[in-house]
């Protein structure tokens, strides 16, 4: 008859492999989603991700997030809205709320939608560490605000600094120079910046980066 040190090591042996077997579902389960959605195999894609597996597997806000990631990728704006703002209601840690945040201003701001960036950037208040927060700030001040208050700060830096990051502070130039009513630097900027992004200058929206 077996006692009860016996048992209690069947029982932590039953829990391990178990433990082992749903760790190696987990990653079969979460590699298969993962390449289809970046094999742009969306199909696929959907039909795994919110398949009964995957949903008894992984974690809710990993699921939600690649789903996110396919609409921004397909830009589907009204797929992304829907699917920002159900995750918006979701429990989220910080590094969570905080990685959801950022996606979010960065594909609205792309598609000049300012009042949308705005209501994000004051959550952003919330979580955002000063000196990050700072950027995002700039960026709309600039941007969707027309301030011109960090012009010469932004020459200074652009001229110290290469590639995207460059080409960023530049864009941000172009932008100021536009608020000021001077179109022909603001041309000269956003050319500058299309430069550094390899990209066409009537196109920068679309590839800009913040940083």
């Given at each position: ?25 987990k990653?079969?389960v ?10 742009r ?14 949903r ?5 806000y ?94 200074a ?10 080409g960023?502070?530049e ?11 001077n179109?022909t ?25 913040i940083?």
């Open positions: 008859m077996m006692n009860g040190l016996g048992m209690l090591s069947v029982i932590i042996g039953i829990m391990t492999v178990s433990a082992v077997a749903m760790g190696v579902v990653k079969r979460f590699t298969g989603i993962y390449t289809a959605l970046q094999t195999n969306y199909s696929s894609f959907f039909k795994q991700v919110d398949a009964r597996l995957a008894a597997v992984l974690p809710v990993t699921r939600e997030n690649m789903k996110l990631s396919a609409y921004i990728s397909l830009d589907d704006v009204d797929k992304v809205k829907g699917q920002f703002n159900a995750m918006m209601k979701q429990p989220m840690n910080s590094f969570q709320l905080t990685g959801l945040l950022v996606r979010g201003y960065e594909y609205f701001a792309r598609r000049q939608e300012g009042e949308r960036c705005k209501r994000i950037l004051e959550k952003m208040e919330a979580v955002l560490p000063s000196e990050r927060l700072e950027k995002y700030r700039m960026h709309y001040e600039i941007v969707f605000c027309g301030s011109q208050a960090y012009t010469d700060w932004l020459k830096e652009a001229g110290v600094h290469r590639g995207k990051m460059k960023y502070l864009y941000l130039l172009a932008k100021s120079y536009v608020s000021m009513g179109e630097e603001g041309r000269f900027y956003r050319q500058r910046a299309a430069k550094e992004f390899k990209t066409r200058a009537a196109e920068m929206e679309r590839y800009v980066e940083m």
